[in-house]
């Protein structure tokens, strides 16, 4: 299957969002931008790799193991960084491993699911899709009731999350991009400037204090109770698919931001590893510097990537045999 490059141009701008956003927050600079760009960025993100999940491909397991590979190399190495015990290592994903994990754990019931469903007919597949979806939606709402989900198998942001992703994966029938061009560029602007806006009216009301509750890392009795926690996950939901759908229609494609979303996955495990040494030799943080650190770790992941040590770096396993199946076939 060919790349499409307006996927990659998203990815693009979803990646450089992520970043910004962890250089914004990493160094405490909680600000209301930073908090808009949490409420989209991976829920979008997560729609994207279930629209690019395909349970009948035949490299949908070589997908799976190489996802998998990163994790446990990433996984590894932070966790060491961080003094993890034994047991955490194993249950704990560590900062921006979460997403890996949860990865994994969705392309597999995924593809039990797409197993159960793939005999019926096209118009039971549908109705079965969506009444799955609203089930992962319900989930994703009470979840939040129990204090017990929370980092731990990142099994709240699991749930959470999966909603998304189950989008993602019945939008593969329709091309969503087309649908999205559609909508008036003017009118995609002012859902973008009205969700900012929205946001800046609920910063003085404690927003930067909820918003790990409400995307999912906590439970709502943190936040004054069932109903403000439901209220807040739902609006959650709704602005982070309408800011999604006013994204993908202002969004141009571009060759440099194609190619930064095709490297999406070693933009997201080089730049949390940089920031892990960035605070560990306590580097000054401003808000201004939290961008000139943003601009920097863009340009200088840009230009590894261009060399064969990113590859070694993301997937050591596979690289390695890769050159020792090469030599041999070379000797051969």
């Known amino acids: 299957m060919e790349r499409d490059n307006r996927i990659d141009t998203l990815k693009g701008v979803l990646i450089s969002f992520v970043v910004l956003g962890h250089c914004l927050l990493w160094g405490g600079q909680k600000s209301v931008f930073a908090n808009w760009i949490y409420l989209f960025h991976m ?12 349970a009948n491909s035949h490299s949908f397991w070589k997908g799976v193991l190489s996802v998998a590979e ?4 990433y996984q590894l190495l932070k966790g060491f960084l961080l003094g993890y015990s034994s047991i955490a290592l194993l249950t704990t994903p560590a900062p921006m491993m979460w997403y890996l994990f ?25 109705n079965l899709n969506i009444i799955m979806a609203v089930v992962w939606v319900a989930l994703g709402l009470f979840v939040g009731l129990f204090c017990q989900f929370g980092k731990v198998f990142a099994l709240s942001r699991i749930i959470v999350f999966a909603p998304f992703f189950w989008f993602g994966t019945m939008a593969q029938e329709y ?16 859902i973008l400037v009205a969700t900012l806006g929205f946001i800046v009216w609920l910063t003085p009301q404690g927003w930067l204090d909820v918003r790990e509750t409400v995307r999912c890392v906590k439970c709502y009795d943190m936040i004054g109770g069932t109903m403000i926690g439901l209220a807040g996950r739902t609006a959650y939901y709704v602005l ?48 201004w510097l ?15 990537n261009k060399t064969k040590l990113s590859d070694l770096a993301i997937r050591p396993v596979h690289f390695l045999n890769g050159v020792i199946n090469k030599k041999q076939n070379n000797n051969g």
């Open 240 to 287: 982070a698919i309408v800011i999604s759908i006013a994204l993908t229609t202002l969004v141009i494609e571009n060759k440099i931001i194609s190619r930064i979303g095709k490297d999406s996955l070693k933009y997201y495990l080089f730049h949390g590893v940089i920031l892990m040494f960035m605070s560990f030799f306590n580097v000054p943080w401003t808000w």
């Open 102 to 126: 949860a990865l994994i754990i969705w392309r597999c019931l995924y593809y039990l699911w797409n197993n159960i469903i793939e005999d019926k007919s096209k118009k039971l597949r549908s």
């Open 43 to 54: 829920p979008f993100f997560v729609f994207l790799s279930g629209y690019l999940t395909h």
């Open 290 to 304: 939290s961008v000139s650190y943003f601009v920097v770790i863009m340009t200088c992941i840009y230009l590894i």
């Open 175 to 190: 091309d969503f991009i087309s649908f999205c061009k559609k909508i008036p560029r003017w009118t995609a602007l002012l």
């Open 70 to 73: 990163s994790y446990i190399v």
